[in-house]
C-alpha cells in the first residue's frame, strides 16, 4: 500500500496553516503542495471520476481504474511460488513474499513493535510516537490511520 498523503497528516497540537501550506478557497482544506490542493478540488469540488466501462466502481485516480480492470475483469492475478496466496499487484506479492516467507522484519526503534513493511513502520511511529492525525473533512472525527477514514 502506499504511504499516505503528506497533507493529510496533521499534528496534534499543530494549527496546520504556515508558509508553506495551500489553502483551498472552496472549504477549510489544506494542504503541502498546489499539485495536491488542484487534485482536491477536482475530487471534491469538480466531481471528476473515473467510471469503469464494465460495472460500477468510480474512482478518483486513472491509476486506480487501471488496476481495478486489471483485477476485476481481466483477471490478472501474481500468485506465490511458494504458498495458496495470489496478489492483484506486483507489489503486493513482493510485500507477501517478504512477510510471510522471508521473515522480513522493521522494529520500531522506540518500543517492542515489529512491522512486516516500511510502510506500516511508518504507520505505526506517527500514529504511537508522532501523534500524527488523519482529520476527517466533514466532521471532528481524527484517525490515526488514513484508511479509517471513509
Known amino acids: 500500500m502506499d504511504s499516505p ?15 508553506n501550506t495551500f489553502l483551498c478557497d472552496l472549504c477549510d482544506y489544506f494542504c503541502a503542495s498546489k499539485q495536491t490542493l488542484k487534485r482536491h ?3 471534491k469540488h469538480e466531481g471528476i471520476r473515473y467510471p469503469c466501462d464494465q460495472c460500477e466502481y468510480s474512482t478518483t485516480r486513472m491509476s486506480d481504474l487501471k488496476k481495478h480492470k486489471e ?3 481481466e483477471g490478472i492475478r501474481y500468485p506465490c511460488d511458494q504458498c495458496e496466496y495470489s496478489a492483484t499487484e506486483m ?7 517478504e512477510a510471510k516467507h522471508e521473515g522480513i522484519k522493521y522494529p520500531c526503534g522506540q518500543c517492542e513493535f515489529a512491522a512486516s513493511t516500511l510502510g506500516s513502520l511508518k504507520r505505526h511511529k506517527e500514529a504511537k510516537h508522532e501523534g500524527i492525525r488523519y482529520p476527517c473533512d466533514q466532521c471532528e472525527f481524527s484517525a490515526t490511520d488514513m484508511s479509517n477514514l471513509r
Request: net charge positive.
Open 5 to 19: 498523503p503528506e497533507d493529510k497528516k496533521v499534528k496534534i497540537g499543530d494549527e496546520g496553516k504556515n508558509k
Open 71 to 73: 483485477a476485476k475483469h
Open 91 to 97: 507489489g503486493a506479492l513482493k510485500r507477501h513474499k
Open 41 to 43: 478540488k477536482e475530487v
